[in-house]
C-alpha cells in the first residue's frame, strides 16, 4: 500500500499548495498587500510568487525522488500522481505571475 | 507476489447452492422485507427507488416546459413554477443520481470483486432507509404545496428565515441531510469493500477498472459531502435559532453559503460522472472483444479528476465580486480537468478502434453517450473560460450544458449499464426491438430539447424564469425545446416499458450472454443472493471459472457455521488475512432510520423540546449495533483451503469496522476542517467583524481546559483498556475512561454556560458550533467507552478478542485533536 | 474581429425577428464584443472538436479489429492534443478578461441597487445625484462603472448586450465595468434567481450621445 500514498503525493502537493495560494490571495487583498511595496515589486504578488515556486520546487523533488518499486504498473501510476500533481500545480497558479492581484 | 491457493474438493453444486441459500436469502413476505440487508437487496432497492424519483422529476420537466412553451405561460403561477424548478433540481441531483450510482455500486461491486456481500451490510441498509424516508418527506412537501421554492442551490439570503418564511426550505435542509447520511454510508462502504474485499490474490493495480472509479467515487463523496452537510447544519441553525452565520449585519455572510455549497456541488458532477465513466470501461472492451486500452492511464485519469474537481467549485461563483486573478486559478484548474476527461475518451475510442465492436443495445448507449458528453464537456470548457462565463452564467445556456453533462455523461451510461447488467438481474433477455426504439427516442428528444437552448441562452434568456412576454424571439426556442422534452419523456417511458416487459416475458438467459471476462459473469443468473457457493481465488480469476466455484472448488465453501461468512483480504496485495462474519436479516437498519427520521421530522416541526426523545432513540439503537462488535469466546481458526485456515474478524485487529471507522473520521475531519474554512473565511471577508468584546473569562478557561484534560485522560484510558485486556486492569481502565469521558462531556455543559449569546454575531455562533461539535463526538465516544466497558465486565475480551476498544481509541483521539485545536482556536481569536 | 461578426450574419437568419434588445450575440459595447468574439472563435473550435472526436469514433466503430497501440491514443490525442488547446484558449481567456475588469481610473460611477423586485440607479446630474428607476442612463463611448448592491438578496445585473453579469450582493460593493459604442436601448434583466418577481426584475439602459445629454444629466465625467 506504501506505492498508493507515493501516488497520492503529488496530487496532495496540488492541493495543498493551491489551498495556500488561494488563501494568502485572499488574506492579502483583506490586508492591503499589493499596497505594501518591497524592493522587488509589490508584497502580494512576490509572496504569492515566491510560495508557488517553492511549492513547483517540491513538485521537481517528487518527480526526481518520489518512486515504487513493485510492479510496472505501480510504478507507472506513482510517476504518474508525481506528474499530474505539477502540472496542476504550473498550470492552475501561474496567474500568479500574469494577472493583476485583486482587481 | 500472489501465491497459489490449492482448491477445495468439488461437491454438488445443488446441495451447496440449498446450504447458502438458507444463510442468504431475505426473509419472506412483506415484513421480511424490511429486515433485508443483502447487497444485492439493498442495491436493487436504492435503482429501482432512484428511478422512481427520476420519473417524478421527469414530470415535473414536462411541467417546466409546458410552461415555457409560450411567452406568456399562464400554466402555472410564479410560486408553484418555483417550486417545480427547484424540485426538479433537487430530486435529481440527489434523489436520482447519487442514489442510482449508489445501488449500482452497493449491486455489482461485491460480484464483480469476487465477494458476497459488502463489508456492512446492515450499514447499506440503514442507508436505504434514510434515502427513502429523506426523499418521501422531500416528495410530501410537493404534495403539500410546502415544497422549497429557492432554487437547488438555495442561495441565501433568499432561502434564510426572512424571505423564506414557512417550512419549506427547512425541508430541503433536513431532508436532503438525512439523504445524505445514506451517501457518507455508501461510501465508507464502497471503500471499505474495494479495499478489503477483493477476490483473494487480486492486487490494487489488477482490479477491474469499475473498482478504481468506484473508489475515486466513493473518496470524493467522502470529501466532498461534508462541506454541504455542514453548510446545511450551519443555514438551519439559522434558520431555527437565529445564530448569524449567514446575515451580514451580524459578521455573518451569504457567501459563505455559495463557498460551501459549490464545494460540494462541483465534486458533485464527478462523483456523478466516475461511475458512469466505470460502466463505460467495463462495457466498452466487452462489446469490442479486446481488453481495455491504456489501463494505467485511465487510473491515472481517475486519480486526476478526483484530485482538480475540488479546485473547481469557485467556476460556479465567477460573477459574486471575487477578484480576476482567484477566478484565473479557479478557471485554469476547470480547463485542466478536461485532460483526464479526453484521455478517457480516448482510451475508449482506442479500445474501439483496436476490436472489432458489436453493436448491441448497451453499445447503442454508449454512442449516445459520445453523442451527447462530448459537447456537453466543449460547453464546460467554454464556461471555464472567465469572460465567456460572465455572459453566459445563469442562463438557458448553462442550463443546456449541464443536462448535456449529466445526460450524456451519466444517464446514457447508466441506461447501457441496465441494459447491459439487466440479464443478471433479471435471468433473462430482453424482447427485440423496444429498447432500440426507447434508445432514438431518447437520444432525439434530448439534442432536441437541448441544443438549441444553448441559443436562447446566449440570446438572453436567464435560468429559472416562468414568462418572458417581452422577449418573442425566444418563444419558438422554447418550443422546440418542449417538444423535444416530450418526445424525450416518451422515449424513457418505453424505456421502463422494455425492462418491465424483459422481466415479465424475456426468453431465459444462458450464463454470461455478452461473454465477459469478469467475475460478475461467474455466477448463475439471476445471481443468487450468496453470489458465490465458493469464493473466487488466484485460480478462479475470471467468469471461466464459473462451475468450480458453484461446486465448492474455491476458498470458504459453502456455510457450515450457518453463519454469513467472507474473506477479508489485505489493502494493497488481495493476500487473504482474516475471516469475517457479517450480520445477517435485521430489522435494526429500519429502526434507526426510523429514529433518525423522527429527529428530522421533530426538527422540521419546530418541536425542538421534543427532540431529546429522538436523541434518546437513536443512542438506544446506536448501542443496538456495537452489540455485533464483541464474541463471547476465542474460535479455532476458519479452514478456507486446503492448509489454509483464517481467524475469525474478532480476533484482529485490523477488522472491516476497524477499517470504516478511520474511513468515516475522513469525511468527519473534512466536515471539521470545512467549519475551520467557515470561520476564517468569515473572519477575513465578512463585514462587521471584529466581533463585540467577548464575555469569556477565567471560568470558560477552566471548564475548557479541564474538558480537554479529560478526554486527554479518556483516550489514554481507552489505549489502556485495549492494551491490558487480559487482566482486571483493563476492566478498570475501561472505567476510568468512560469516566473521564463522562467529566469532559459534564465540562463541556458547563462551559455552553458561559459562552457569549450565539445570536450576537457569528463568531460566537461559531463558537456554539465548534462546542457542539465536541459534544457531539464526546456522546460518540462516551457510547463506545461504555460498549468497551461492558465488554471486558462480560468477558467478551480475551488475550486474542479486542471488542470494541480499538475503534474507541480512534474516536477518543479524534475527539481529543479536534477539541484541543477548537480551543486552541478560540485562544486565538481572544488574544489576536 | 470580422470574422466574428461574419458568422453572426449568417447566425441571424435563425434568429427570426431578434434585434438582439438581449442577445448577446449581437454586442453593443466593447467587453460584449470581445466575448461574442471568444465565443465564435470557441463554437468554431469546439465544431471541429466534436466532429474529429465523432469521426475518430465512428472510424473505431466501422470495422475492426486494427492494430493500434496505446500511445498515440493517451499521449497524442488525451494529453498532447487537449492540453495544447487549452492552453491557447486559457490564455486568450485570461488576457480577455484581464482587460475588461474594472480599474481605478476614475472613470464615470454610477449607483445600482438591485431590490424585491427592482432596480434603482443613482447616476451624476447638473445639480447632484439624480436616481432613477428601472432605466439606467449612460453615455455612449466612454467606460463606466457600476457600483452594485442590495439590500435584501442577491441579484444579478446583466445587459447582455454591453457584457458580462456581476451580481449584487448584501454585504457586498462589486464593480462592474462596461460600455456602450453608440446611442440607443438596451435590455437588462436579473440573472441570479431572487423570489417570486425575478422573471419581471427588468431595466432599461439609454445610451446617450455625450454631446447632447437629457437633460436632467451630466455627461461630465464625475471624480
Redesign the interface.
Known sequence: ????LR??AG??L??AL?SA???L???G??WDWPARATPAGPLHPLAMILLWLAGLALHGALILWNRADG?A??A??VR??NW??A??SA??????I?????? | MTEDIPANPARKALRLHREMDRIWSDLPGWRGSLASVNHSTIGLRFMATSFVFFAIGGVLAMLIRAQLATRDGAFLDTALYNQIFTMHGSIMMFLFAIPMLEGLGMWLLPKILGARDLAFPRLGALGYWCYLFGGTIILASLLLGMAPDGGWFMYVPLSGKTHTPGVSADVWLLGVTFVEISAVAAAVEIIVTILRMRRAGMGLTRMPLMGWYMLGTAAMMLVGFPPLILGSILLELERAFDWPFFDILRGGDPLLWQHLFWLFGHPEVYIIFLPAAGVLSTIIPVFARVPILGYGAIVAAVLGLVFLSFGLWVHHMFTVGIPHMALAFFSAASALVAVPTSVQIFAWIGTMWAGRVELRLPMLHVIGFFLTFVMGGLTGVMLAMVPFNWQAHDTAFVTAHLHYVLVGGFVFPMMAGITYWMPMISGRFRVRALGEAAFWLILLGFHGTFFLMHLTGLLGMPRRIDRYPGNPEWEWLNLVSSIGGMVMAAGFALFVMDIGMQWLFGRRSHRNPWRAETLDWAMALPAPPYNFASLPGPRHPDSSAILPLARGEGLLPGSPRDRREVLVTDAGTGRPDHVAVVPGNTVLPIWTAAALGSFFLLMLAGLYWLTPLAIAAILWAGWQWGGFMGSPRDAAPIPVAPGLSLPEHWQIRQTLAYSGTVTLLVADGTLYASLLFGVGFLTVIAPNWPAPESGLGLGALLAAGGALLSIAAATLAARLAETRRDRPTGATAALTGVLAAGLALALLGVLAWQLDDPRRHARDALRGVLLGHAVFHGAVALMLGLRSLCDARQGRTSRLRRGAAPVWQLFQAFWLATAALSLGLVILQEVG | MHKGKFWAVLAVPLLAGCDGGASALSPAGPAAQQIATLWWAMLAGAGLITLLVLVLAGLALWRGPRPTGERGWIVWWGLGFTMSVLAVLLGFALWTGERMIARGDGAMQVQAEAYNWGWRFTQPGPDGPVVTEGILYVPAGQPFDIVLTSPDVIHSFWVPQLGGKMDAIPGHRNVHRLQADAPGRHEGLCAEFCGLGHAAMRFEVVVYDPAAPPAFISAERAP
Do not use: E
Request: with cysteine; proline share 5%; charged share 0%.
Open positions: 500500500m506504501a506505492w498508493v501516488m497520492l496530487p496532495l496540488w492541493g493551491f495560494v488561494y488563501a490571495h485572499g488574506l487583498c483583506a510492479s504498473r505501480q507507472l501510476l504518474a500522481g499530474i500533481g502540472v496542476a498550470a492552475t497558479l501561474f496567474p500568479v500574469v494577472l493583476s492581484t485583486c482587481g
